[in-house]
């Protein structure tokens, strides 16, 4: 059973950070492109943060460079999202996201999303 579990939500103030977590089981995560996507009521989700398999390569929105940082421990089977200074503009619903192939074909798994909310 495909599992994506995120964590580290909550409420902080505007200048603080966060750090997100999202445990993956249920398939090979290290052959998986993760991401993040964050999504407010009334809007489409927005992708964040995306980093490839291996870890070696990496991408943000224009909104979140220099602030957020996507890591990856393939050992852990987690991807995290470490944000800092972070903003009222932040506050949304945080996805983890996987992208990969199963039995030859293109798959994508959603986590159930944490809650980031920056106000003071």
Do not use: H
């Amino acid at each position: 059973q495909v599992q994506l579990v995120e964590s580290g939500g909550g409420l902080v103030q505007p200048g603080g950070s966060l750090r997100l977590s999202c445990a993956a089981s249920g398939f090979t995560f290290s052959s998986y492109a993760m991401s993040w996507y964050r999504q407010v009521p009334g809007k489409e989700r927005e992708l964040v943060a995306a980093i490839t398999s291996a870890g070696g390569s990496t991408n943000y929105a224009d909104s979140v460079k220099g602030r957020f940082t996507i890591s990856r421990d393939n050992a852990k089977n987690t991807v995290y999202l470490q944000m800092n200074s972070l903003k009222p503009e932040d506050t949304a619903v945080y996805y983890c996201n996987a992208k990969g192939r199963r039995w030859g074909l293109p798959v994508v798994y959603w986590g159930q999303g944490t809650q980031v909310t920056v106000s003071s």
